[in-house]
């Protein structure tokens, strides 16, 4: 994953709600697929050393993918009854994920890359909902504009001598 998502991911992040937050590893699941179909679309079949290499990226992004549905499994409250359902989707989803791994194809990427959207859609509509609040307190309030470079987007921090600074969880 590139270095400007890993940092817009952890922005979103620490001024997410705790429904905001599943959306998020969704997205995170969706960025790892595409960027491993990516990979593997990209791969020269004569030049054996790279072909490894990339094959070996394609698995890093798809691992990346099952550790991000492996938390979500780990976090269902198993006190609702939909929980179970959607266990049931994540351990489907992570065999797939597995299966694309195992056997180096896309093809049961597009399933799931269709059901994580879904998903995604399905936490969005109940997260526009969740009046909780962010679930990192005393995070720094960032403010982002745009400089006078090639269109780069910079982040600068507000009030940096507050003395309450700091995440807490």
């Keep these: 994953m590139k270095k400007e998502l890993i940092q817009d991911f952890v922005l979103r992040t620490s001024q997410a709600s705790r429904s905001e937050l599943v959306v998020i590893l969704y997205d995170i699941i969706l960025e790892d697929i595409r960027a491993s179909r990516e990979i593997l679309s990209g791969i020269d ?6 072909k490894r290499s990339e094959i070996l990226k394609f698995r890093k992004e798809l691992k990346q993918a099952q550790k991000v549905m492996n938390e979500l499994m780990s976090a269902l409250d198993f ?13 489907f989803i992570n065999q797939e994920l597995i299966r694309a791994e195992r056997s180096n194809t896309t093809e049961p990427l597009i399933l799931v890359e269709q059901m994580v959207q879904k998903l995604k859609s399905a936490f969005a509509e109940v997260a526009k909902e969740d009046t909780s609040g962010p679930v990192v ?4 309030h960032l403010a982002a504009g745009l400089t006078y470079g090639k269109s780069r987007l910079n982040e600068i921090c507000i009030d940096l001598n507050d003395p309450n600074r700091g995440f807490t969880a």
């Design 45 to 50: 079949e004569s030049d054996q050393e790279k």
């Design 79 to 91: 006190h609702y009854k939909l929980s179970f359902e959607l266990r049931r989707l994540y351990v």
């Design 137 to 140: 307190q005393n995070a720094q």
